[in-house]
């Protein structure tokens, strides 16, 4: 088997699985991209399977620490395995889950998630997107699912050197679905919504939420199909107003409340920019705020932007809460970490001229398992904080 020789003190010696082009010590057996490698450290010792990109900066991704073939019999283990972690998650139900998380379950640039009848693959590595048709055929075997369609729509997806599509790879293509999620319903394209149909990620997250929403003025920004504006309203919200610059996005939450008969929610179609901006201006003022923005850089090199972006934000939000309110705010960017969040957070606090006490931490929903030795599978922050009075 073709293979890379690692240098000393790469990252895959603490745990990482992947292998950068800079710690490459050499290369043998002139492997294609896409092939499985071997991977071997300086003194000719195996450190396991990887697959191979060299157009990508991530080299090699490591699936295994044995020497492995990727087969069809690997693909239904793999999944067999992650859906049995699903199965030990009581409160998550198995019907609306995330089913494999790329290197968190063994399948590096492999997302599979299962709405209902139907289910949702991605394939974010060149290895992966080669090996299309097996994946395909394991789930089939493991779920017999109606549909299986195809969201390779990742902007990701272009550091490997792949292209966009969705299609649908097997089975029949749905229509859109109307689902159940704590007593709310939300409807899903599947073809064609944002991720893979819903942010499976923050479903736990919008019950946790709303539990601050009783009584309250809310205003859910960056709301895309309306989840925290929706478990809000259900909540007993006093007023809630949900503001996205998506119009189908719009369209969407609209449709989920209506179908809910949580029609008092106001629908603000604008940049949350801009309409944090005016808000701010007319001294507004909200009980609750929830910013939940896309993620703001995909790249180290975007960092100090995006932070200036998320600290403009804040400031406004942060003007406008009354005291004893609460701020909700996420981060979906693993290039964001933990503590630069927190630090932008105070620092806006600062200028904003708030005290802040920190009330409550969120995480990505179980079914999107973290890997502590890959920090990248840990993506998403979220904090609840509340407005302390003048001392």
Known sequence: MPGLVVKPRARIFHGHDWVYASEIKKSFGNPSPGDVISLKDFKDRPLGSAIYNPASQIVARRF???????DRDFFGRRIERALKYRQGLSRIDQELCRIAW????????VVIDRYGEHVVLQTLTLGMNQRIDMISEAISETFSPKGIILRNDSPMRAAEGLSPETRLIAGEAPSQQHLDINGISFTTDLMGGQKTGLY?????????VAEYASGQRVLDCFTNQGGFALHCA????????????SSPAISSAKQNAQRSGLDAIQWIEANVFDDLKKRESGAEEFDLIILDPPSFTRNKRSLKDALRGYKEIHLRALKMLNPGGILVTFTC??????????????DAAVDAKRTLRQSQTFAQRADHPINPS??????????????????
């Open 333 to 346: 960017s693993h290039h964001v970490s933990r503590k630069a969040f927190l630090e932008m957070v105070r």
């Open 200 to 208: 499976l990620d923050q479903l736990s997250n919008y019950r946790l």
């Open 234 to 245: 259900a909540a007993g919200a006093g007023q809630v107003i949900g503001v996205d610059s």
């Open 64 to 70: 295994s620490r044995r020497k492995q073939v990727l």
């Open 374 to 391: 890959i920090p990248e599978t840990e993506y998403l922050h979220g904090f609840a904080f509340e407005i302390l009075p003048a001392w």
């Open 102 to 109: 790329s290197e968190s379950d063994g399948l590096p640039g």
